[in-house]
């Protein structure tokens, strides 16, 4: 049987043993790893040994003081950053600003109670959880931009060897959408990255004085309301969040519970919805609101971590689009590839676009199958297709792609609902240097492009429109 891994590593420093016996014994049923140390030579060279998650840490001792412990601990870069709660017999103000002043987080007095050294524990390994997975965050998002600032040097040399080679007229308007594309996971992440620094900023040196003046009952509520609201995965709608606001102040109102419409509002918020009745007696006190405001803060942290990673994942698939559709074979040579794969690359970086008033409907053929081919050139197929698709609808309709084997040679239709083409243009369309746009708007060798390409490939293109409903069919042999 498996031992589940450890809640945090906790050094305790204290020179009696019934202490040091008494705390590790709490903490390690509660399920944390626990290491003891009687004197401040053994402390600090365990600390720096095997760095703790937390020290607890006792003053009065002999040789070296707990303030004197903790100021060596924060002038080592390795020891620097971990959290100290000093828990001392003093209880002089005098004492508790030294103790805050040589670097500690949190001060409990004793005789102490093993709930609230718990309480205050789980609460600063939880405000380490939430600094290291920032941390991990601003790394990660500092590599995904050195590698979107590589893959976009990378596309814009792309860009111009095939503005150069006129292969690709509406690759200026697919890199605006890709700019739009990574701009907004980049702005969710940068707004959760503030929203995290400001909460930690303005109220992380206010948690210790908020836990120190809850009663045992009320830190329960207080986990409590964090561990329903962690449970809530639902993303509810305006109105969705209307209809619970008001169904609470109902049930606020019934138990003559003040500031309802605000109380109602932010447990919707944190989640907490369906099941409001087991906090009904606890919201009668007037003390509720500062404990339910708080428990806000902690979850809109765990909110904006989520963001971040639904963000950064979002601009790993662009990015990843983009590496797909810069990859760039000088062999000459065709390789073995499934043009499905390049279809979605394409639709991907299309996705701005797509979004503003686009149906998308795909109808692909399952199990099919991959075959040689220029990957590359058959991407710039798909993308002047495409664009012409969303042209001529004006970016309002329907776009349908249907992908499916025949006998000889898999088959890709691309089907817009624009206005079509008239019957005495659509001999033309694949003549060089024709087009029926404005000067300067198009270059007229798009369609030829994607005609040379096909057959290349020894497969052929052909065309069917009518009013509402143009249909590009391309066949290439398997």
Excluded at 127 to 136: F, Q, W
Excluded at 255 to 280: C, H
Excluded at 364 to 393: F, G, K, R
Excluded at 408 to 423: F, K
Aim: with cysteine; net charge negative; charged share 20%.
């Amino acid at each position: 049987m498996n031992t589940p891994p450890a809640k945090g590593n906790i050094l305790i420093v204290d020179d009696t043993p019934d202490n040091l016996r008494l705390l590790s014994n709490a903490l390690t049923e509660r399920g944390y790893k626990v290491r003891g140390a009687i004197d401040g030579p053994m402390a600090l060279m365990g600390a720096k040994a095997a760095p703790p998650d937390l020290i607890l840490l006792d003053i009065n001792m002999p040789d070296m003081n707990g303030y004197e412990i903790c100021s060596a601990l924060k002038a080592d870069e390795i020891t620097r950053d971990i959290p100290v709660i000093f828990i001392s017999g003093l209880d002089a103000v005098f004492d508790k600003v030294k103790a805050f002043a040589v670097g500690g987080r949190d001060y409990i007095t004793k005789p102490f109670q093993v709930e609230e050294v718990l309480a205050r524990v789980e609460m600063h390994l939880a405000l380490v959880s939430a600094h290291k997975s920032l941390a991990a965050k601003n790394e990660e998002l500092a590599a995904k931009n050195i590698e979107l600032d590589l893959t976009l040097q990378q596309l814009k040399t792309t860009q111009e060897e095939l503005i150069q080679s006129a292969k690709m007229a509406a690759l200026g308007q697919l890199i605006a959408g890709v700019a739009h594309e990574v701009n907004t996971p980049l702005g969710a992440i940068r707004s959760s990255v503030e929203n995290i620094a400001n909460v930690l900023t303005e109220n992380l040196s206010q948690f210790p004085q908020f836990f120190q003046q809850l009663s045992p009952e009320d830190q329960l509520n207080f986990f409590a309301l964090l561990q329903q609201s962690t449970q809530s995965v639902t993303v509810l709608s305006t109105k969705e969040k209307r209809q619970f606001k008001r169904a609470i102040i109902r049930q606020l109102e019934s138990q003559n519970i003040e500031d309802t419409d605000i109380v109602a509002d932010t447990l919707v918020e944190l989640g907490i919805y369906e099941n409001v009745t087991p906090f009904l007696t606890f919201l009668k006190d007037p003390k509720s609101q500062t404990i339910l405001n708080t428990a806000y803060q902690f979850a809109s942290l765990l909110k904006s971590t989520n963001t971040m990673k639904t963000a950064t994942d979002r601009a790993a698939r662009v990015v990843f689009a983009l590496k797909s559709y810069t990859r760039y074979d000088r062999s000459g040579e065709k390789v073995l590839a499934n043009p499905i794969q390049g279809l979605e690359t394409v639709l991907t970086l299309y996705h701005n676009q797509l979004k503003q008033g686009v149906e998308l409907v795909r109808n692909y053929q399952s199990d099919l199958p991959s075959l040689l081919c220029y990957p590359d050139e058959l991407n710039q197929v798909w993308t002047n297709l495409i664009h012409n698709a969303l042209q001529a609808m004006s970016n309002k309709g329907t776009l349908t792609i249907e992908a499916k084997k025949q006998a000889t040679c898999l088959q890709v239709s691309i089907t817009d609902s624009g206005e079509g083409i008239p019957p005495e243009i659509l001999p033309r369309i694949f003549e060089p240097f024709f087009t029926t746009k404005p000067p300067g708007e198009g270059s007229g060798l798009g369609l030829d492009i994607v005609r040379k390409i096909i057959e290349k490939h020894q497969g052929k293109i052909e065309v069917e429109s009518e009013p509402g409903k143009t249909t590009f069919i391309v066949s290439i042999p398997l």
